[in-house]
Each structure stands twice: as structure tokens, then as C-alpha cells.
């Protein structure tokens, strides 16, 4: 598992790195909990650019990160997918419970 | 002889092997020229299946896991996941999603995966002797 963020204003955007499967998703499930109690930031962004698989645990990733977003009323949003997170998240109706945006080139 | 190739490969219920697993059959099906979408479809699926031996068949050990691949006429590429582990006591609530036991790192969408994901799906399960998951997928012609 490898994670970078920072914190600018107020809002948080973590940048996760490689493959995403249930091997590493408890290390990333915690490390971006620690991070959001941390800080309380009004919105986190995920950014997937660097992502180069994720399998349903990516999802599980989301839904603890969405949960600890919704607890604090801030929000979520998932950026720079590729089309391979991007199919496991519109299989699983993610995509319909949080903001998706594109990643700014 | 009715398949082109095949290999398969046995190795133990350690999450260190999910990516292990997946490259290998990513690696093994690149001969059949697939496009990088089907290359993707098809390790999420070996992942996802893989993930459950780990995770449910055998949750107080390890446990040994076999793959077998091959490859069908009409460029069919066919996987076998088999554990000997606790298996599924309800196989219709495993397959629901959203359904799992695995606690809050997992999203019970293992099976809709598996299932969207490839041509074919079949898991064929006995409580206390394990599970067997099958899946095939075919692949385009590239012209």
C-alpha cells in the first residue's frame, strides 16, 4: 500500500497508489480513517489516477471512506479513474452514491 | 485433445497471493491476444474468487487453493478456483449483493463480479468440504 494526501482549506485529497485488493484494503481503510478524524475536512477526494486494478475491496475502501465523510457531514468525491476501478464501481451501483469527477489534467 | 493449452496451479490461502494469482492468469491468457478490457474483467474475476477462498473457506488457517486454466476452441478461456475449505452453507444469500460475512474490509459483490464480468458462471459448493467456483469467458477475434 502506497498513500500521499494533503490538506488544503479545509478539504482533504488522498492519492492512492498501485493495486487495491483485499491484501492492502485494511491498510488503506485505516489510513484513510486516521486521516479524515484527523482532520475533519469538509470534502475528501480519492484519487484513483495512479490506481492500476482494484478489485471489490476498492469498494469497500469507498463505502468506510463515504461512512466516515457522512458522519462528520462532509463529503466524498472519487477522481481519475481508469476504466477498470471505473466498471467495478458502476457494477456496484457506487457510482450512483457518490460524486465522480473527472481528474484535472 | 478438446483445449489448446492449460496450466494449473496450487498454492496457499495467503492474501499475498490474490495479485499472484491474477498475473498469473493475466499472464497465461495473454497468447489469446485479448483487449486490455477482457485482460481487466478477467483478473478482477480470479481476484474476486481467489479473495473468497482466503477470506471464507478458510478463516481460522491456511488452506491450499487450485487454479486450473485453459484454453477452449472458439478462443474460450476456461478457470477453475477450488479450495477444500468450510464451504457455503446458503449459496443463494452469497450470491445476493451486497451480502457478505466478512466484516466491514469487504463488499459482498465478490459473486456479482464474477458473474458480470465473465461469459459464464457456476460456484458448486459442499458445507465443510469446500467450493469450487468456474468461470469462462470468451474472447474476441482481434482482426
Known amino acids: ?105 | 485433445m478438446k483445449f489448446e493449452n492449460y496450466m494449473i496451479l496450487e498454492f496457499p490461502s495467503k492474501s499475498a497471493n490474490e495479485s499472484f494469482a491474477r498475473s498469473a492468469v493475466a499472464c497465461f491468457a495473454a497468447q489469446m491476444d485479448p483487449t486490455l478490457e477482457e485482460l481487466g474483467d478477467i483478473r478482477t474475476a480470479v481476484s474476486e474468487a481467489v479473495t473468497n477462498c482466503i477470506v471464507h473457506a478458510y478463516p481460522d488457517g491456511l488452506g491450499m487453493i487450485t487454479l486450473r486454466c485453459r484454453i477452449l476452441k472458439g478462443n474460450v478461456l476456461d478457470i477453475v478456483i477450488k479450495d477444500k475449505g468450510v464451504g457455503i452453507e446458503n449459496l443463494e444469500q452469497a450470491r445476493k449483493p451486497m451480502f457478505t460475512t466478512g466484516g466491514s474490509e469487504r463488499s459482498g459483490m465478490g459473486f456479482t463480479i464474477m458473474e458480470s464480468f465473465m461469459s459464464s458462471f457456476t460456484v458448486v459448493s459442499t458445507p465443510g468440504k469446500g467450493t469450487s467456483v468456474h468461470m469462462r469467458r470468451k474472447l474476441q477475434r482481434r482482426k
Open chain 1, 1 to 105: 500500500m502506497h498513500l500521499t494526501s494533503f490538506l488544503q482549506d479545509g478539504h482533504l485529497t488522498v492519492a492512492l497508489t498501485g493495486e487495491i485488493d483485499h491484501h492492502c484494503a485494511k491498510a488503506y481503510i485505516e489510513a484513510i480513517t486516521a486521516k479524515i478524524e484527523a482532520y475533519t475536512p469538509k470534502s475528501c477526494v480519492l484519487d484513483f489516477q495512479e490506481v492500476t486494478f482494484m478489485d471489490s475491496s476498492g469498494i469497500a475502501v469507498v463505502i468506510n471512506a463515504l461512512r466516515n465523510m457522512t458522519r462528520i457531514d462532509g463529503k466524498l468525491i472519487l477522481t481519475g479513474l481508469n476504466n477498470q476501478p471505473m466498471k467495478v464501481f458502476r457494477t456496484s451501483g457506487i457510482d450512483k452514491l457518490v460524486e465522480i469527477k473527472e481528474a484535472v489534467v
